[in-house]
């Protein structure tokens, strides 16, 4: 499925008033799209819509504030976590380029991170989520050749440990 039909697939639930459920898909895309602030926003909209204010404003917290209630979330938010960049960037873990944000976005960003340096001397670092699916994928590509290297080195050491009980058992009998 492509971003578009999850996204629709969303929008379904959300009508049909499964936000719970919306918004664990939403928070997965965010997880595999870290770049596409578009679902960030859905997510904080969904949140705002439920009354959630302070999750809505863990979500545009890379958005520019082109709206009242977005500025009001954003705020209730940073409060609620003491105003501690460490704290943010913790909460909201950012796995994405930063150079493919927005001017706003990267500049939060950078204020969050000196915030964090400065109170704690520490700015978290997240490496992108790997995909499950795509490990398994790159894993079935072997070639014949890595199958040709790979399985001969597994028998010589099956062939070894046969060959070392045969000889303790060996041993064994002449004792005894």
Known sequence: MNLKEKLDKIDSE???????????RLRNLIQENPNEIELWNKLAELYYESGFLDSAG??????????QRIKKCVDIYEKSVNYSGYQILQEIVFRGDKSKLSEFAQNKLSELEADSKKKVDYIPKFRPKSNKQRQKKESSKRTFRDKLTI????????????????????VLKWFF
Not at 58 to 67: F, H, N, V
Request: with cysteine.
């Open 58 to 67: 863990k979500y545009w917290i890379l958005t520019e504030p082109t709206d």
């Open 14 to 24: 959300i009508k049909i008033g499964l936000k719970f459920k919306a918004a664990n």
């Open 151 to 170: 399985y001969p080195i597994i028998g010589v050491f099956v062939f070894l440990a046969i060959c070392s009980i045969i000889g303790v058992i060996t």
